[in-house]
């Protein structure tokens, strides 16, 4: 196997243990990361709605998980599919990187469940869901642009 390959699964389980450090934070600490990154931001904007705050750290927090899971998509992507590949092993290979977040995005909310002061959230697994699938969407978009343009050059 090429090294790539192995650096390749690296980024995948290396990708997932910061997930799961981020996910393993008590309540209080995950507020604190993301109102710390919130505040640092609402510096360039006006705070006179506090209502509005809240909004945005919702949103900030719900981008994070859309985010994590679309980043892990693409890696775990580059991990499973192979340079010279059918079109219907594709297919199924992006199936199955887009499972394993699923399934690694339902065992992390069942787990913030054991965390002091977190909840395990269905919605937060859709989220997850939506950012892999882009992720996925988005890789194979690249992956098919990247083997087209290479079988131009070889001609």
């Known amino acids: 196997m090429k090294k790539t390959h192995y650096l390749n699964w690296f980024l995948v389980v290396f990708w997932m243990g910061i997930i799961f ?13 993301s109102e710390g990154l919130l505040s640092s931001l609402l510096h360039i904007f006006p705070q006179e709605h506090s209502g509005e705050i809240e909004l945005l750290h919702l949103l900030l ?3 994070a998980h859309f985010i994590a899971y679309f980043l892990l998509a693409i890696l775990l992507f580059r ?3 192979p340079n010279r590949i059918s079109v219907s092993a594709v297919v199924r290979q992006s199936s199955l990187a887009w499972f394993i977040c699923i399934v690694y995005a339902a065992s992390d909310e069942f787990h913030q469940t054991f965390v002091s002061g977190r909840s395990g959230e269905f919605r937060d697994v859709m989220i997850d ?8 969407l988005i890789a194979n978009g690249v992956f098919w642009w990247w083997m087209r343009r ?3 050059t070889m001609k």
């Open 21 to 33: 450090y981020l996910s393993h934070q008590p309540a209080g600490a995950s507020r604190s990361l």
């Open 61 to 63: 927090r719900k981008s």
């Open 79 to 81: 991990a499973i599919i």
């Open 129 to 136: 869901s939506l950012g892999a699938l882009l992720g996925i």
């Open 150 to 152: 290479k079988h131009k």
